[in-house]
């Protein structure tokens, strides 16, 4: 039977589909990967169009599938796009004196924290900061007695119409998902280094159509921010010379370099648009880098001002954008920051005949990340030649069953689906509704035993006493006359 891992990464203007195998020693072996323009459905990495999106996804496993020749029972799936954002949020328990910490009041902080209601907006996950113990902060409160406890979180968050319409892609395609997971999350956990993340640091996917902005620091997430700017706004502004999208791209691809010293600037070169026009050296480099200076300055415009010159890892850079000449210089210069990293592929060691997994041009670090993070056989039954065989889609999303998180799974990237959700609320509603069923059983049961109680007690055996003797003196009196 086959045995393979398969992730679906939803991106700025494509969806890439990836299948590989874990082996023994850690590394991965890529058994195919595919890609699908997504231009026409998928816009800043959100969807805006269900029914391409559903018709680009399902164009993705088949493709997978005719590679693997096995049918693909669930996925992985990355969630990044426009408007996800963290914002922090306090919960304070106040206790009785000298009450010590249990897991309980953990939880209970961590299940308010989820409870908060955002106007149009969804948790997609909940990342701990720190707690506080009356007034020292711990990573762990449990055990210790304070009066006070308060639970620093941050949560991430996107629009509900967006998380919505991709949990319905997948349920029209009929795709089940294994997990779903923040793409950041998993691309940091890819990319980054325990030194970086310890001594903290910056890390700067720059896509197509968005730039994605996560800070780190002492090993904890602390802020994420997806910015709506990304290399195609340079594309989209050569346009303006008066050329076609194909031929700006080619052009900036070619001769753009995201930083050129005035020295190296040549006043009468120029640069071919076509056979009849051409543009100048210095408009060409000036256009170029006033909006990756746009894009550089609002990326480092989400680093909180706590953390600014505390991050020892520094600036690390990964995506399609991170390829332009002089990237890291740039960003050098507009930050002021000395160290600045360009990561290219991921830490675990890939496997992989596939020039788009060899090129190491940080395209694929965030679709490899997430594969890294698949533990589950996503291999359904083989595809046979067989003209007479029966076979049963194995990507049925309804015969797949529902996975549950649990509170402590917050901060792994892990988002819940429609569907898991319903399932957590249904449970949670049955267990309300058995917890009043057994408060009021036990109350019937507490007025039974006051009841006994009081028929038992010798007040009420006099009561009843002087009761009945004054019914018989009644009934006395009665017979004699």
Excluded at 9 to 24: D, Q, V, Y
Excluded at 91 to 111: E, R, Y
Excluded at 141 to 170: A, D, H, M, Q, V
Aim: net charge negative.
């Amino acid at each position: 039977m086959a045995d393979f891992i398969v992730a679906i990464e939803l991106g700025s203007s494509k969806i890439t589909g990836i299948a590989g195998k874990k082996n023994l020693d850690g590394s991965i072996k890529v058994l195919a990967v595919v890609k699908e323009d997504a231009t026409s459905c998928i816009r800043k990495g959100v969807v805006n169009n269900i029914d391409k999106t559903v018709q680009a996804l399902s164009n993705v496993i088949k493709k997978l599938e005719n590679i693997l020749k096995t049918k693909i029972a669930r996925v992985y799936v990355g969630v990044n796009g426009q408007s996800i954002r963290s914002e922090k949020n306090i919960i304070v328990k106040q206790l009785p004196a000298d009450t010590k910490v249990t897991v309980d009041m953990v939880n209970g902080l961590m299940d308010a924290n989820r409870s908060m209601q955002y106007p149009d907006q969804e948790i997609l996950d909940a990342v701990t900061q720190e707690y506080k113990v009356d007034n020292q902060l711990q990573v762990d409160p449990t055990g210790f007695i304070c009066t006070r406890l308060e639970g620093n979180f941050l949560n991430i968050l996107w629009r509900k119409s967006f998380y919505r319409n991709l949990n319905r892609c997948f349920e029209n395609a009929g795709i089940a998902i294994a997990e779903m997971y923040l793409s950041p999350l998993a691309l940091a956990d890819a990319v980054l280094t325990d030194a970086e993340r310890r001594g903290g640091c910056v890390l700067v996917d720059l896509g197509a159509e968005t730039t994605t902005v996560a800070v780190y620091y002492r090993d904890i997430l602390r802020h994420l921010a997806v910015i709506p700017l990304g290399s195609n706004n340079i594309t989209k502004d050569l346009t303006s010379l008066q050329m076609e999208d194909k031929t700006a791209e080619e052009m900036k691809l070619k001769y753009a370099a995201a930083y050129t010293d005035s020295s190296e600037i040549d006043m009468g070169k120029t640069y071919p648009i076509d056979h009849d026009r051409s543009i100048d050296m210095p408009k060409f480099v000036e256009i170029v880098e006033a909006r990756v200076q746009e894009i550089i300055e609002n990326a480092w415009h989400q680093v909180p001002d706590e953390y600014v010159g505390k991050l020892l890892g520094g600036i690390v850079l990964t995506g399609g954008g991170s390829n332009m000449k002089e990237i890291g210089k740039a960003f050098k210069i507009l930050t002021h920051t000395d160290k600045v990293r360009i990561a290219g592929s991921v830490t675990t060691t890939i496997i992989s005949k596939s020039p788009a997994i060899t090129a190491k041009d940080g395209t694929m670090c965030t679709v490899l990340g997430l594969l890294a993070k698949g533990n589950m056989n996503c291999a359904g039954s083989e595809i046979s030649d067989s003209l007479f065989q029966n076979e049963q889609p194995a990507n049925n999303a309804s015969a797949q069953p529902i996975l549950t998180h649990s509170t402590t799974e917050n901060g792994k990237g892990i988002i819940k689906t429609e569907a898991e959700k319903a399932a957590e609320e249904a449970a949670k509603r049955k267990q309300e509704e058995e917890e009043e069923r057994r408060r009021q059983q036990e109350a019937e049961e507490e007025e039974e035993r006051r009841r006994k109680k009081r028929e038992n007690s010798w007040f009420h055996k006099a009561v009843n006493g002087l009761k009945s003797f004054g019914r018989k003196m009644v009934e006395e009196e009665e017979d004699e006359k």
